[in-house]
């Protein structure tokens, strides 16, 4: 049995780390996560919840249920409920029963879905809190320090996996506007040289057009340089 738990927990973080080097999505990313983590830890539900740190909340983002009550359920201020509570104080928490749990948010969920025992751990990336993976059990589970062990290890993963796609997420974000940038500087020169324009008035003139259009500004520089060099 000692065996079958730390194949598993290998499995667990093996999927995980692949999942860090991969080319997926975000949400595919998160999706593998929680359907790895459920089967690992034998859970009814896993969940992600990630900080939106604008708004200083926790944001449900992936699930493998297929509750519509349980997905739908509103976003939890960093330092309330059990999840909350898990991202500011960043350790652990175990509740050996959720629907009899006074700090718990949403018992009545809990109640119509049969979810009973959570385990809650903070995802971390050097020290910071991106999130929080929780399972919960159909029966009560007192959670062995082997099982904490193998969900802090998955979070750990987890976080850098989640980290480095959004990383991604920016770094293109941030090169799709450095390439847009350059277009519009270069599409603002060929006007002010054709039609004797000042610098802000090509740009009001290529801002007109791309709203006109409902082209972005992108598409409206690209046309104004492929025009003047055919």
């Known amino acids: 049995m000692r065996k079958e738990a730390a194949d598993k927990h290998l499995r667990a973080v093996s999927e995980v780390s692949k999942a860090i080097t991969s080319d997926l999505y975000l949400e595919d990313i998160l999706r593998l996560i929680v359907t790895v983590t459920a089967e690992v830890m034998n859970s009814k539900i896993c969940s ?52 009899v749990e006074k700090n718990y948010l949403n018992r009545d969920i809990a109640v119509s879905e049969g979810l009973t025992s959570l385990l809650s751990v903070p995802m971390t990336v050097k020290s910071r809190v991106i999130g929080v993976l929780n399972v919960y059990t159909s029966k009560h589970h007192d959670f062995t320090l082997k099982e904490i062990a193998t969900l802090t290890s998955v979070a750990s993963q987890a976080a850098v996996a989640i980290e480095n796609a959004q990383l991604l997420i920016k770094t293109k974000v941030i090169e799709e506007e450095l390439k847009t940038r350059k277009l519009v500087e270069k599409a603002k020169a060929i006007l002010i040289k054709e039609y004797g324009l000042s ?31 055919i």
């Open 48 to 99: 992600i919840l990630l900080v939106d740190e604008d708004k200083n909340e926790l944001v449900i983002r992936a699930t493998q249920s297929v509750s519509e009550a349980y997905n739908k359920k509103p976003n939890m201020k960093l330092g309330e409920g059990i999840a909350g509570r898990v991202a500011s104080e960043k350790k652990p928490i175990i509740v050996l029963d959720v629907k």
């Open 199 to 229: 610098e802000d008035d090509a740009y009001k003139r290529i801002q007109k057009r791309s709203m006109d259009s409902r082209k972005t500004m992108k598409e409206i520089a690209e046309a104004i340089i492929l025009a003047k060099n």
